[in-house]
């Protein structure tokens, strides 16, 4: 069971995500969260996206976009059980354990809690949040603005009974985004 951000920002209804874990366990099968955009403070609420949920995953995993900034590392989280697993197989992988990318791991989690990132998830992503909700008022081509902290999705429309994606209305705004971007970083 993953959650994660790739296929949109979808809010799970309150009870749904402990009821698929359930699902699943009964079923024999194992909860994974991929935690890769959710994790780490983005949503503001919690260090873990599936935390707001009050579900405990058996497995899950950050990659580069979370744990390492930008640094090529990834994390996997599980237990000792299934830890274990892995020891009675031959396995092994190339770059594991590499001190440079492990140490800007550690560096991103002081900055987390040192410059109390999630708080700011929290505080900024909610106004952001709030303030295009007032656009969505004014603007019918914003259909629905979804999701927590920086966690946050906005839905353009053509039609908002039908939720027909505004195709070329999203082209433009990423285009105004890029622009604004380059600025920034010019
Ligand atoms: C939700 C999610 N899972 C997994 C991945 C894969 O991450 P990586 O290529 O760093 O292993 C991505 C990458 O964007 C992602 O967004």
Redo the contacts with the bound molecule.
């Keep these: 069971m993953y959650h994660?951000?790739?296929g949109g920002i979808v809010e799970l209804a309150a009870g749904y995500l402990s009821a698929a874990y359930d699902s699943v366990r009964k079923a024999g099968g194992l909860c994974i969260a991929?935690e890769?955009?959710s994790g780490f403070a983005r949503t503001g609420s919690n260090l873990w996206g599936f935390e707001s949920h009050g579900v405990q995953p058996d497995i899950g995993n950050s990659?580069?976009?979370g744990i390492g900034n930008g640094i090529p590392l990834?994390a996997v989280v599980t237990t000792t059980e299934i830890a274990k697993v892995l020891t009675r197989r031959s396995y092994f992988n190339t770059f594991g354990g590499n001190a440079v990318c492990t140490a800007a791991g550690l560096a991103v989690l002081k900055v987390i809690e040192k410059e109390k990132l999630q708080e700011n998830a929290f505080v900024v992503g909610s106004h952001l949040k709030e303030r295009h909700k007032a656009l969505k008022d004014k603007y019918e081509v914003i259909g629905d603005v979804r999701g927590q902290g920086f966690m946050l999705g906005v839905e353009l429309v053509t039609d908002r009974e039908l939720k027909t994606p505004a195709k070329e209305e999203t082209l433009h705004v990423m285009d105004q985004m890029k622009g604004k971007v380059s600025i920034l970083i010019g």
Aim: hydrophobic share 40%; charged share 20%; proline share 0%.
């Design positions: 994660e951000g790739v991929d890769v955009q990659s580069l976009l990834g």
